[in-house]
């Protein structure tokens, strides 16, 4: 979750604080506690830091300028070892001479023994921190080999954990040094100044050439060279790519919140997820896959791992990859995965759901799959990100940058990768569903416009989440692909509104969570198409009955010409009608909108709300 920015420029330019501070505010959606950046100047190396908001470290650096500099680097902590205080912030300094500054993104496992070890050589320390212990085991390690990369080597070495570690020395100016394990890292590639981020957004406002760095390496860059090198030393390229989205992509585009803007983006990230991926007979291609149509047609069993909105787009998945590939699917919450002993082989295929590609539970548990012998694909978001790197293959949603801390657009954009890839096995395997592949692609073509058809009619939405401003619990409730639909409506109110919300199962009403209407208690309610199988919708039409005859307040999410519920609803809010299986790239929507304009109706952060980070890079 840190924000990790690194400069080096030409001599004469002496910009680093300026490029240093921009990347930082631009890795703010990142979720942050504390902040701070080191600079060389001259024979030492300079820090300044505070807890709190970049602006405590903007007045600090108003009040106690840095000298100028061409070599810098720059920290927004989230808190794991030690609290948020300025102390604990980055950079810490390593050794005693001023020379050393090192800031750290991740968990070293081992740093205590690391630490005890330190202080048996009557090492002070001055903060609770994992880091400073690496800060020091730095120095010392440069005292013996005076270069920088080499004494990173000596280090990363007795690390356990993940890390990304930047470092600056003095006594070498117009260096910054990088190191990286199951923490993200990529280089920026400028014309004689280079970068170095936790993710592009670190230096997309000064260039979109980047280098993605694999697991276990060390990167050390100068104005005019970047150079690449294995933990064992050994000579290494990074992968050169284009970042495709540019800095206006990161800004709101007109919205109040980036929020806003991307629940408004959702048709494009549908039908950019969807784009390119059939060929002219309409048959779905994912070469990108790189995996042996035959290894694919061995799998008998599916397990999707993933953590909150991610797998609950898994659960979506479910429902869809079943019917159509008639393959088990599992969706396990990637936390658990590691620990419930899992049922996985070489036939097994564990797909990994990810925005951010960087969800510490989800990376070990892809990590742990493969020591199991299992196939595994990402489906992720965020390029050059490392999920998709310990992955065998990784299918790319196309949603954009996705700012904002709570998934909106990403998680459609999951579903429709997630569809995507059960038609591909149905396709490959043949079957009964082989021939209905296109007729599903068909449909999903139109899932864009429809979903737009849907913002059109957010009216009543806002107005419904203003007169509910001060709901204390909000319940949603839905059946089949509905169920994951309510679990997501009842996350967004809880991350947005900080009010207690909670998704059932319709079905399960009965056996206890009944007891909770009472008159006036809001319940959404997630309606299957009334030509939905089984008898769904008419078993729903019952469950809302059952919560009206005991005063529920219903907000009903229905298909347009779905009169059956209207008798019993409080509220309809209609979505155009589509192939049940399709339903929730249509049904989430409203609920996404209420969440963000009851969020905006109580003054709270839309963007950034408390608590919660973009990526949780810690387990
Ligand atoms: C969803 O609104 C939350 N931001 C959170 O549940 C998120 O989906 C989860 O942490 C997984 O993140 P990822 O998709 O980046 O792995």
Known sequence: MCGIVGYVGPVEDGTALEVVMEGLTRLEYRGYDSAGVALVAGDRVETRKRAGKLENLRRELDEHPLPVSRTGIGHTRWATHGGPTDTNAHPHRGGTDGKLALIHNGIIENFHALKSELIADNVAFASETDTEVVAHLLAAAYTTTPDLTEAMRAVVARLDGAFTLLAVHADQPGVVVGARRNSPLVVGLGDGENYLGSDVAAFIGHTRAALELAQDQIVTITPDTVTVVDFDGTPAQGKAYEVTWDAAAAEKGGYATFMEKEINDQPHAVRDTLFGRTDTDGRLTLDELRIPEEKLREIDRITIVACGTAAYAGMVAKYAIERWTRIPVEVSLAHEFRYCDPIVDEQTLVVSISQSGETMDTLMAVKHARELGALTISICNTHGST??????????????????????????????????????????????????????????????????????????????AGFMADSRAVLFLGRHVGFPVALEGALKLKELAYIHAEGFAAGELKHGPIALIEPGQPVFVVVPSPSSEHGLHGKIVSNIQEIRARGARTIVIAEDGDHDVVPFSDEVIRVPATAPLLAPLLTVVPLQVFALWLSTAKGLDVDQPRNLAKSVTVE
């Open 387 to 464: 999920i998709p790197r310990e992955s065998d293959a990784v299918l790319y949603t196309h949603a954009g940058p996705e700012i904002a801390v709570a998934s909106t657009k990403a998680f459609l954009a999951q579903i429709t990768a997630s569809y995507i890839l059960g038609l591909y096995l149905a396709q490959l395997r043949g079957g009964t569903f082989a021939d209905d592949v296109r007729a599903v692609l068909e449909e999903l073509a139109e899932i864009p416009d429809k979903i737009q058809t849907v913002l059109d009619r957010m009216g009543r939405v806002k107005e419904i």
